[in-house]
């Protein structure tokens, strides 16, 4: 099948090498909401061929061996690829896992879930674009992109759902004992976004109602933070903010649709 074509040696990959700092279990957060979200895990179960590509996975693979682990909960037979642009960086396969050296293009695979997570935060505004389209093109029919951004630790993330159409959602996630209050997320926003939160754009308006919220719910503050917040995101609906909703979860989660927060035109 050429969806199980193996990854290509390309001399070029598409895209700079970038810091490649990593860490154990530094995108849990991501990788829980990327099994339990209905649309992700819907489109791995039906894919013919169950490839992902975890992007840019730094230094050492540790999240990559993770991502793997955790998403044969949704299908036992996914094949999970680990692109590096910085050669020195492909290390052996192993656990099913396979690394290879490439960049936005993908090293010419057609991956139903692609993951890139502190890659474009790396890469000037103006170049996300480009970087989306090229991943997008790649993608199988129905596959989707993943770019997201978080801190060192994994406490705060934020990343953007993307398909071949175009973004389709914001996700924002924390650890609900050590993020004080939802608009702390706003240092990890993905880099479309980080430069918006700014008065007169969406992002800043849903980070402040989310604050607000937040701050309404505080009565339920002895119930611990996990309880506040979900009081605070109904406060949020009901309001008007279209955020989604998921069962309980050990983070605190906030999911609209990109329409709610897309920059606007300059």
Same mark, same amino acid.
Request: proline share 9%; hydrophobic share 40%.
């Given at each position: 099948?050429?969806?199980?074509?193996?990854? @290509?040696?390309?001399?070029?990959?598409?895209?700079?090498?970038? &810091?490649?700092?990593?860490?154990?279990?530094?995108? &849990?957060?991501?990788?829980?909401?990327?099994?339990?979200?209905?649309?992700?895990?819907? #489109?791995?179960?039906?894919?013919?061929?169950?490839? +992902?590509?975890?992007?840019?996975?730094?230094?050492?693979?540790?999240?990559?061996?993770?991502?793997?682990?955790?998403? #044969?909960?949704? #299908? $036992?037979?996914?094949?999970?690829?680990? *692109?590096?642009?910085?050669? /020195?960086?492909?290390?052996?396969?192993?656990?099913?896992?396979?690394?290879?050296?490439?960049?936005?293009?993908?090293?010419?695979?057609?991956?139903?879930?692609? #993951?890139?997570?502190?890659?474009?935060? /790396?890469?000037?505004?103006?170049?996300?674009?480009? =970087?989306?389209?090229?991943?997008?093109?790649?993608? $199988?029919?129905?596959?989707?992109?993943?770019?997201?951004?978080?801190?060192?630790?994994?406490?705060?993330?934020?990343?953007? *759902? %993307?398909?071949?159409?175009?973004? &389709?959602?914001?996700?924002?996630?924390?650890?609900?004992?050590? +993020?004080?209050?939802?608009?702390?997320?706003?240092?990890?926003?993905?880099?479309?976004?980080?430069?918006?939160?700014?008065?007169?754009?969406?992002?800043? $308006?849903?980070?402040?109602? =989310?604050?607000?919220?937040?701050?309404?719910?505080?009565? %339920?503050?002895?119930?611990?933070?996990?309880?506040?917040?979900?009081? $605070?995101?109904?406060?949020?609906?009901?309001?008007?903010?279209?955020?989604?909703?998921?069962? @309980? *979860? &050990?983070?605190?989660?906030?999911?609209?649709?990109?329409?709610?927060? =897309?920059?606007?035109?300059?």
């Amino acid at each position: 099948m050429a969806g199980r074509t193996p990854p @290509r040696a390309l001399t070029t990959p598409v895209g700079t090498i970038t &810091r490649g700092t990593t860490g154990v279990n530094r995108l &849990r957060r991501s990788d829980r909401w990327l099994i339990h979200d209905e649309l992700v895990a819907t #489109r791995l179960q039906d894919a013919t061929d169950p490839l +992902v590509v975890d992007l840019g996975y730094g230094a050492s693979p540790w999240t990559t061996f993770e991502l793997a682990a955790r998403l #044969r909960r949704v #299908r $036992a037979d996914v094949r999970v690829v680990g *692109l590096e642009i910085d050669p /020195q960086r492909v290390v052996p396969g192993r656990d099913g896992v396979v690394f290879a050296r490439g960049g936005f293009e993908l090293a010419g695979l057609r991956p139903v879930v692609v #993951r890139a997570f502190n890659v474009l935060r /790396q890469y000037p505004e103006s170049a996300v674009p480009e =970087a989306w389209s090229t991943i997008r093109s790649a993608l $199988a029919p129905e596959g989707v992109l993943v770019d997201g951004t978080c801190d060192e630790l994994g406490r705060r993330c934020a990343w953007v *759902l %993307l398909d071949r159409t175009g973004p &389709r959602s914001l996700t924002l996630a924390w650890d609900p004992f050590t +993020v004080e209050r939802p608009s702390e997320i706003a240092e990890r926003l993905p880099k479309v976004l980080i430069h918006r939160n700014i008065p007169g754009e969406p992002i800043h $308006a849903l980070l402040s109602a =989310a604050d607000r919220a937040w701050a309404r719910a505080a009565p %339920l503050a002895p119930y611990g933070p996990r309880v506040r917040w979900r009081a $605070a995101a109904e406060i949020l609906r009901e309001d008007g903010v279209p955020i989604r909703r998921y069962r @309980r *979860l &050990r983070d605190n989660v906030l999911t609209v649709p990109w329409s709610a927060v =897309a920059p606007c035109l300059r």
